[in-house]
């Protein structure tokens, strides 16, 4: 069993890699860009349709604010951008946001930013991965209704991608990337070409009408309205989403690491900003309409649409609108923009196992999530990554717009910290001396974060009251679970380490006085007596073996095997008319203990092993079972003896020596020795 499932995880994840090559998995800028990018320019794809549909709530005349929402968040991507670029020049070892904010702001600080980013991060790949599966819908109808089990699938697709190491993920997801880029230019290039010349058609939904609904009926005026615009504002913000993945993962980047992360930022946030107002312009001049109830929402000549109506995202209408309904050039569009969401989550893949491994060696995760594995990608992460993400698309259908409001809240909980954090950075900067032209440049970098700080800030503020009944309730819980189980697993590393601690080593050095040693018997067959031979070849002060019995039908049998053996060892015989074994074993080695509370116990247990896996289906696990529960006796030191069957053929052949039932020896008379006795 064990060779197969090596097999298949050396077919599925590839050849062990030694650790001296780690060096060749580094990235350059080419492939880092859509590596760690993906998410931010996924955003694109529907961070417009989440505006569109905000503010339709409150009918046509609001849908046209959308450009100036757009423009506000393209402003607050610029500043994050160029607040991020100075991040990954002071601090490029990975921590990024957690290392900033524990470095200036104190632990505890940084420890509720890692738990935002442990969450982001899941979140990110639940978004993503429920997007990209309703755009794989749009361009395959036949798949409507399959979201949940594509999803899925999906995930489990990616995680096995990246734990054949960063490299071959990079390389897989390098096109794609890029060629949804070219996608999406060639969309906004040819669609400005047609709005010019006058050709640009209409969106399949723009001869509906948006009706406001009931909640919204008076528009955008008065407190209301101005409470919807924020909402959409803050719905729009998801386009930053992923930028502080590049600050976590200098360390993958090729040298000098952060000069090439600053720019990777850099085409990031161009890139971003471009296609966002792109598509927000066209989906006005086109007239897409995007709700989330047509049949309430949508009318035709003042009447109401029927249940029937199905809206696309917004890309998938524009894709439409310029290259024409099902032709190459749709297809391309909008089965790349179903891939790149898809492919958006492996920033989260690349950006939660990197945050995990620092927290792990700071013991606020555990310790198995620090180390790398065969393909030198830190794969426990991966897993864990994988498994909440499948929990939370499953948990919510596989809803993009009951995902999201989720999602907003740990970035920008993360972005304002950080700025804050950047901000006293620069503050202690100032207090050293410098000379003119580098305290210009250290107040020009704290100006940046001083702006960023105001504006993530608010953003922050808006998105915790649009969103907070919406579901962003939902992720603060999420972030305090994840803060206290961090402290508890602090806590926990810090008691143990402190008992570990040796104060003196004499103490370790002294032997005991008695060794009290304990061989755990159900009958005289081959384990059992190996299990005394290795108890005598340690010379215990004093050994017994240890048989528990059911009734008098196992006494006798117990005892004539014990006579039969002629060991010179004592049998003591322990009933339990209960069948209860383990509890009965454990209460005689307390008593053991509190009588002679100066000397060792050793307890010896056989554990006979089968050839096949499936054999153990045949045979009890009475052994394992015992080992657990004396492993809560303290001051007790348990040897487990194995046997497994068919070994003494194996070993010696058929010819079976040092027979453990075999009578001890005459002494001999040569030598006027006793020779040495078999078990």
């Given at each position: 069993?064990?060779?197969?499932?090596?097999?298949?995880?050396?077919?599925?994840?590839?050849?062990?890699?030694?650790?001296?090559?780690?060096?060749?998995?580094?990235?350059?800028?080419?492939?880092?860009?859509?590596?760690?990018?993906?998410?931010?320019?996924?955003?694109?794809?529907?961070?417009?349709?989440?505006?569109?549909?905000?503010?339709?709530?409150?009918?046509?005349?609001?849908?046209?604010?959308?450009?100036?929402?757009?423009?506000?968040?393209?402003?607050?991507?610029?500043?994050?951008?160029?607040?991020?670029?100075?991040?990954?020049?002071?601090?490029?070892?990975?921590?990024?946001?957690?290392?900033?904010?524990?470095?200036?702001?104190?632990?505890?600080?940084?420890?509720?930013?890692?738990?935002?980013?442990?969450?982001?991060?899941?979140?990110?790949?639940?978004?993503?991965?429920?997007?990209?599966?309703?755009?794989?819908?749009?361009?395959?109808?036949?798949?409507?209704?399959?979201?949940?089990?594509?999803?899925?699938?999906?995930?489990?697709?990616?995680?096995?991608?990246?734990?054949?190491?960063?490299?071959?993920?990079?390389?897989?997801f390098a096109v794609p990337a890029y060629l949804y880029m070219f996608a999406i230019g060639l969309l906004a290039v040819v669609?400005?070409?047609?709005?010019?010349?006058?050709?640009?058609?209409?969106?399949?939904?723009?001869?509906?009408?948006?009706?406001?609904?009931?909640?919204?009926?008076?528009?955008?005026?008065?407190?209301?309205?101005?409470?919807?615009?924020?909402?959409?504002?803050?719905?729009?913000?998801?386009?930053?989403?992923?930028?502080?993945?590049?600050?976590?993962?200098?360390?993958?980047?090729?040298?000098?690491?952060?000069?090439?992360?600053?720019?990777?930022?850099?085409?990031?946030?161009?890139?971003?900003?471009?296609?966002?107002?792109?598509?927000?312009?066209?989906?006005?001049?086109?007239?897409?309409?995007?709700?989330?109830?047509?049949?309430?929402?949508?009318?035709?000549?003042?009447?109401?649409?029927?249940?029937?109506?199905?809206?696309?995202?917004?890309?998938?209408?524009?894709?439409?609108?310029?290259?024409?309904?099902?032709?190459?050039?749709?297809?391309?569009?909008?089965?790349?923009?179903?891939?790149?969401?898809?492919?958006?989550?492996?920033?989260?893949?690349?950006?939660?196992?990197?945050?995990?491994?620092?927290?792990?060696?700071?013991?606020?995760?555990?310790?198995?999530?620090?180390?790398?594995?065969?393909?030198?990608?830190?794969?426990?992460?991966?897993?864990?990554?994988?498994?909440?993400?499948?929990?939370?698309?499953?948990?919510?259908?596989?809803?993009?717009?009951?995902?999201?409001?989720?999602?907003?809240?740990?970035?920008?909980?993360?972005?304002?910290?950080?700025?804050?954090?950047?901000?006293?950075?620069?503050?202690?900067?100032?207090?050293?001396?410098?000379?003119?032209?580098?305290?210009?440049?250290?107040?020009?970098?704290?100006?940046?974060?001083?702006?960023?700080?105001?504006?993530?800030?608010?953003?922050?503020?808006?998105?915790?009251?649009?969103?907070?009944?919406?579901?962003?309730?939902?992720?603060?819980?999420?972030?305090?679970?994840?803060?206290?189980?961090?402290?508890?697993?602090?806590?926990?590393?810090?008691?143990?380490?402190?008992?570990?601690?040796?104060?003196?080593?004499?103490?370790?050095?002294?032997?005991?006085?008695?060794?009290?040693?304990?061989?755990?018997?159900?009958?005289?067959?081959?384990?059992?007596?190996?299990?005394?031979?290795?108890?005598?070849?340690?010379?215990?002060?004093?050994?017994?073996?240890?048989?528990?019995?059911?009734?008098?039908?196992?006494?006798?049998?117990?005892?004539?095997?014990?006579?039969?053996?002629?060991?010179?060892?004592?049998?003591?015989?322990?009933?339990?008319?209960?069948?209860?074994?383990?509890?009965?074993?454990?209460?005689?080695?307390?008593?053991?203990?509190?009588?002679?509370?100066?000397?060792?116990?050793?307890?010896?247990?056989?554990?006979?092993?089968?050839?096949?896996?499936?054999?153990?289906?045949?045979?009890?696990?009475?052994?394992?079972?015992?080992?657990?529960?004396?492993?809560?006796?303290?001051?007790?030191?348990?040897?487990?003896?194995?046997?497994?069957?068919?070994?003494?053929?194996?070993?010696?052949?058929?010819?079976?020596?040092?027979?453990?039932?075999?009578?001890?020896?005459?002494?001999?008379?040569?030598?006027?020795?006793?020779?040495?006795?078999?078990?």
């Amino acid at each position: 069993m064990q060779d197969a499932i090596d097999r298949l995880k050396r077919v599925l994840i590839g050849r062990p890699m030694r650790s001296d090559s780690v060096g060749g998995q580094l990235l350059p800028k080419r492939i880092a860009l859509p590596v760690f990018a993906s998410d931010a320019l996924s955003s694109v794809a529907y961070a417009p349709d989440e505006v569109l549909l905000t503010l339709a709530l409150a009918g046509g005349l609001a849908v046209g604010q959308s450009l100036w929402i757009g423009l506000a968040v393209v402003v607050v991507l610029v500043v994050v951008v160029l607040s991020y670029r100075q991040t990954v020049h002071a601090y490029p070892s990975g921590g990024g946001d957690y290392e900033v904010v524990s470095t200036n702001l104190g632990p505890t600080a940084g420890l509720f930013v890692a738990s935002a980013l442990l969450v982001d991060y899941i979140l990110t790949v639940a978004v993503s991965i429920s997007s990209g599966a309703h755009y794989l819908t749009t361009a395959v109808p036949s798949l409507a209704g399959r979201e949940v089990p594509i999803a899925v699938t999906l995930i489990v697709i990616l995680s096995v991608l990246n734990l054949r190491g960063l490299r071959d993920a990079g390389g897989a997801f390098a096109v794609p990337a890029y060629l949804y880029m070219f996608a999406i230019g060639l969309l906004a290039v040819v669609g400005m070409v047609q709005l010019a010349s006058g050709n640009l058609g209409a969106a399949p939904t723009a001869q509906y009408e948006v009706v406001p609904t009931p909640d919204h009926a008076s528009g955008l005026v008065g407190l209301g309205g101005a409470f919807l615009l924020m909402r959409a504002f803050s719905s729009g913000c998801a386009a930053l989403t992923g930028v502080e993945a590049i600050s976590n993962g200098v360390p993958v980047f090729r040298r000098p690491k952060s000069r090439n992360a600053a720019a990777t930022l850099a085409m990031l946030g161009a890139i971003a900003a471009t296609m966002l107002m792109s598509i927000l312009f066209l989906a006005r001049e086109a007239g897409v309409r995007i709700v989330d109830d047509p049949a309430t929402q949508l009318t035709l000549d003042g009447h109401a649409v029927g249940a029937d109506v199905h809206v696309d995202p917004v890309i998938g209408q524009l894709a439409a609108t310029v290259f024409g309904q099902g032709s190459p050039l749709f297809l391309l569009v909008t089965v790349v923009t179903g891939l790149i969401l898809v492919l958006a989550a492996n920033t989260a893949f690349n950006g939660f196992p990197t945050l995990a491994s620092v927290l792990s060696r700071d013991a606020f995760l555990p310790r198995q999530l620090y180390k790398r594995g065969d393909r030198l990608s830190y794969s426990n992460g991966i897993v864990v990554l994988s498994l909440a993400a499948i929990v939370l698309v499953v948990a919510f259908n596989a809803s993009v717009t009951r995902l999201i409001q989720l999602y907003i809240v740990g970035v920008f909980v993360s972005f304002t910290l950080s700025q804050l954090g950047m901000i006293r950075h620069w503050n202690r900067a100032l207090r050293r001396p410098q000379t003119g032209p580098e305290r210009f440049r250290v107040l020009r970098s704290r100006a940046v974060n001083v702006v960023g700080f105001g504006l993530t800030g608010v953003v922050l503020v808006i998105v915790l009251l649009t969103k907070f009944t919406h579901g962003a309730w939902i992720t603060l819980i999420m972030m305090g679970v994840v803060f206290v189980v961090q402290k508890g697993i602090r806590h926990h590393y810090d008691t143990v380490r402190s008992q570990l601690r040796v104060e003196d080593y004499s103490a370790g050095r002294a032997l005991p006085s008695r060794v009290h040693a304990i061989v755990l018997i159900s009958n005289l067959a081959r384990p059992a007596m190996r299990a005394v031979a290795t108890a005598r070849a340690s010379s215990p002060s004093s050994l017994e073996l240890v048989s528990v019995v059911t009734d008098e039908r196992e006494e006798h049998k117990m005892l004539q095997e014990w006579e039969e053996s002629g060991l010179p060892v004592p049998l003591t015989l322990l009933s339990s008319p209960f069948r209860d074994i383990t509890q009965v074993v454990v209460g005689h080695i307390r008593h053991q203990r509190r009588r002679s509370p100066g000397e060792m116990v050793v307890v010896y247990v056989p554990q006979f092993l089968v050839s096949h896996w499936w054999e153990n289906a045949m045979h009890n696990q009475t052994a394992v079972r015992m080992r657990q529960a004396l492993l809560g006796i303290p001051g007790v030191v348990i040897t487990t003896v194995p046997w497994k069957l068919g070994e003494d053929d194996e070993v010696v052949g058929h010819q079976l020596v040092n027979d453990p039932f075999k009578r001890p020896e005459a002494p001999d008379a040569s030598t006027g020795q006793e020779s040495e006795e078999t078990p």
